[in-house]
């Protein structure tokens, strides 16, 4: 057990599927008693949803949706499972999305991923995270400190500061993002200030890649990524292995095609859509606006659970071509009409200083009749004209765009 943080980590799949899954029924009766939940789960019996297949016909809730519905809702739209007064923090975050700390240890489920990238009890953390106003300080506190570890709520910024508390204070271990681990390095080599305590940090909330990874390395200090969010807490964590994030536990993570709730075969780009059993906040198929792509098979590190690629860029992929709005969800809408085809990509391209609009559309049956009534259904549901281009199936890239707007190239 020296390897994971418990036993949940490591049981058969089929196990932690029958768990969550047995939840579910639970965890939607409980959200339903709060108004909002109640009014997007219209028509649902709990009792219905015990399987997959069941979950994905629940209605998607998008994240960008929160600001409009908590302004005019306030203050957190009707969607907490319990009162205002059982919560220990209020928070906010861009958007604004306000955010409430449910009154549990570890209420962000961070603990696990602290395990994951070596923390241990005793150790102390130096906490780069803010704590002013939103969640991020406070998410990785409550695990760090859920561990037995001793934490220095330094927030980010106050180099000077920072590298006079390292120097004294010694940490073990550092949280924050990416970025500012670099700026701290690069700052106590300029002052050869010794910082050579740090061994090990966890990272998250800024991209983190293979160059800065090597070059983290280099100084020394083991680092691990974390994908979380100020809703939900920690999402999924890099472990050992160094192969893809492996999905927290008490969390039920679906990758769906943009613009849709249906799920994506293994190993195909979509967005990310979460359900947690947050029985005071609980959220039920959250659309996080980010794409992912599923890893076949195990961890080598032992964990069983699933594994993410990890966040491969945003799926609000909504632009404006001629004065009108074109979103994923009329891409879908299209590949609904017309189910011969598979992945479709909208081309988004300036010609003669006009806007011009090219679906691309893989299909086994390519042939001008095809390619006519996609234009037409192009059209219809855009209310603009394009061109339509049929390819052979797998020949378009699986990034997960449905709509690439090529114009800033050009």
């Known amino acids: 057990m020296a390897d994971h943080y418990d036993s949940l980590e ?8 029958r768990d969550l899954l047995a939840r579910l029924p639970g965890l ?78 570890d209420p962000w489920r961070s603990a696990r991923s602290l395990f994951a990238a070596g923390f241990r009890k005793s150790d102390i953390v130096l906490n780069t995270f803010s704590y002013h106003l939103v969640p991020g300080g406070f998410i990785l506190d409550s695990g760090a400190r859920a561990l037995g570890c001793v934490v220095i709520p330094a927030g980010p910024g106050n180099t000077e500061q920072q590298l006079d508390l390292i120097e004294h204070l010694k940490p073990a271990a550092y949280t924050g993002t990416p970025d500012f681990l670099k700026i701290l390095l690069d700052a106590a080599k300029a002052a050869d200030r010794d910082v050579s305590s740090i061994k090990k940090a966890l990272v998250s909330g800024a991209a983190f890649p293979p160059s800065l990874q090597a070059e983290i390395k ?80 195990r961890s080598p590190c032992g964990r069983t659970n699933m594994r993410i690629k990890g966040w491969m860029g945003r799926a609000d992929q909504t632009t404006k071509v001629k004065g009108m709005f074109v979103r994923p969800e009329q891409i879908a809408e299209i590949a609904k009409r017309h189910p011969e085809l598979k992945r479709l990509r909208l081309v988004v391209t300036r010609e003669g200083e006009q806007d011009a609009m090219t679906l691309r559309a893989e299909s086994a049956k390519a042939d001008a009749s095809l390619a006519g009534a996609v234009a037409s259904s192009l059209q219809t549901i855009t209310k603009l004209k394009g061109r339509v281009e049929l390819a052979a199936p797998g020949t378009l890239p699986n990034d997960g765009k449905v709509i690439s707007d090529e114009r800033a190239a050009k």
């Open 10 to 17: 490591t049981r058969e799949p089929e196990a932690r599927e």
């Open 28 to 105: 939607l009766a409980g959200a339903m008693k709060a108004p909002a939940w109640a009014a997007h789960l219209t028509g649902i019996d709990p009792k219905s949803v015990t399987s997959r297949a069941a979950l994905t016909q629940l209605p998607v809730l998008r994240k960008s949706e929160l600001p409009g519905m908590q302004k005019e809702s306030p203050p957190f739209a009707g969607f907490l499972a319990h009162p205002l007064s059982t919560f220990g923090r209020l928070f906010t975050s861009p958007g604004p999305i306000y955010e409430p700390e449910s009154a549990v240890a």
């Open 218 to 297: 280099s100084r020394g200090i083991d680092a691990y990524q974390s994908y979380a969010t100020a809703d939900l807490g920690v999402v999924a964590y890099e472990t050992a292995a160094r192969e893809g994030l492996v999905v927290n536990e008490d969390v039920l993570l679906e990758i769906v095609r943009l613009g849709t709730g249906d799920p994506v075969p293994e190993g195909e780009v979509g967005e990310v859509v979460v359900t947690s059993f947050d029985p005071y906040h609980p959220w039920i198929r959250l659309a996080l606006g980010d794409l992912t792509a599923a890893l076949a098979g």
